[in-house]
């Protein structure tokens, strides 16, 4: 067994903690030299229709959260941050950030300052390429929005399956993920339809492949593995009769390579290997069922290393997780009664309780801020 592997298993949660997911994108390194990690651009989801998402900052050298940070610098812009933050990426100057609730896409300077909003009804996730972002929406039966980001325009849409959720961009093309969430039957009686990957050619923005997967109820980031041409996936089932899973998608052949027992709902990539736990919600136990692994693509190596149940026993409902690149420090959010404010946990790779610190409400992302 290799040294550095970590996993966390997380306290039982309630099926809104696994609804709410969010994941971290990947986030460019600035041109020239190794990056510098100052800290990271922190987004509380809020209570949906409550219009109290809240964008936050975390200094890195000494380990601070700045309460309030875009409202305290954007006085006259809009009366809060906006409603139900999805999605946040760092993106060169700018930090961009989808509010479903707002039907906004923001997006601001690295100080905070705004920048430009862009209306995107429905808006979910973010990637970016050059100077444009892509923001999948569930509107219209599912498309993906292409925006200048310096101009804040819209630039086209491209039409994909339905309810898209993450993207990924490898080589010339953007992968979105068809979850197909709303278009699964939670009874359990079957009537489900099957998740797809929609392929989009990036010089001409249009769908050039939509290739099923085999899976349901999709409700996922899609993360980049440590090969940089394979994608892990979350299955959330149907909470009855269909059990969570998660998958491999291999976009050079663009065919499922791996499928693993167990769902994915929290994933992040660190020093080569993908870092899961997964928290399964029944609707006929009305239990969650939390299990998680480490994953090396490389040797096609499953490991699972448990910590003490002890060492997360004060985290309520869990909502993401991330491992400083460099530093190896682990982050987990806590979105604790999702009316009141969270937690930020921060741990080292043994499983020691380094410090947690106060958020928002149901903190949910985090962009690393490197320069």
């Known amino acids: 067994m290799k040294n550095f592997r970590f996993i966390f298993y997380a306290a039982v949660v309630a099926f809104m903690a696994v609804a709410c997911d969010k994941d971290n994108p990947v986030i460019p390194a600035p041109e020239g ?24 900052y975390f200094n890195l050298s000494n380990h601070t959260m700045s309460s309030g940070w875009w409202t305290s610098r954007n006085y006259g812009i809009r009366s809060q941050f906006g409603d139900s933050g999805t999605d946040i990426m760092a993106y060169y100057d700018y930090v961009l950030v989808t509010l479903n609730g707002s039907n906004l896409l923001e997006i601001c300077k690295r100080n905070g300052e705004h920048h430009k909003a862009v209306e995107i009804p429905a808006c979910r996730r973010i990637a970016a390429s050059g100077d444009f972002a892509y923001v999948s929406s ?37 992968y979105a993920l068809n979850s197909c969430g709303y278009h699964t039957d939670y009874s359990g009686n079957g009537n489900n339809e099957e998740a797809s990957i929609s392929v989009i050619d990036l010089n001409t923005f249009t769908e050039v492949e939509r290739v099923n ?24 089932g149907d909470y009855n009769g269909v059990a969570p899973k998660s998958i491999i998608f291999d976009t050079a052949t663009l065919t499922v390579t791996k499928e693993f027992p167990q769902g994915g709902t929290y994933s992040t990539v660190y020093r080569g290997e993908l870092y899961v736990f997964d928290t399964a919600f029944s609707y006929e136990t009305y239990t969650t069922e939390v299990s998680g692994f480490v994953y090396d693509i490389f040797t096609d190596t499953v490991f699972e290393f448990p910590i003490k149940a002890e060492a997360l026993a004060t985290i309520t409902a869990p909502s993401g997780i991330w491992i400083h690149p460099t530093e190896g420090e682990v982050y987990i959010a806590d979105k604790g009664d999702f009316t009141t404010p969270g937690q930020l946990f921060r741990f080292d790779l043994a499983g020691t309780l380094k410090e947690k610190y106060s958020t928002g409400v149901c903190p949910s992302l985090l962009a690393w801020d490197l320069r």
């Open 213 to 236: 997967l085999g899976i349901i109820n999709a409700y996922s980031s899609l993360t980049i593995m440590p090969d940089g041409h394979s994608l892990f996936i979350n299955s959330s």
């Open 33 to 56: 030299g190794d990056p510098d990690y100052h800290g990271f651009f922190f987004l509380n989801e809020g209570q949906m229709g409550h219009n109290n998402a809240s964008l936050e």
């Open 138 to 174: 569930y509107a219209n039966d599912g498309y993906v929005a292409k925006v200048h980001i310096e101009k804040g325009l819209l630039a086209g849409t491209c039409a994909t399956g339905h309810e898209p959720e993450g993207l990924a961009i490898i080589g010339n093309k953007l």
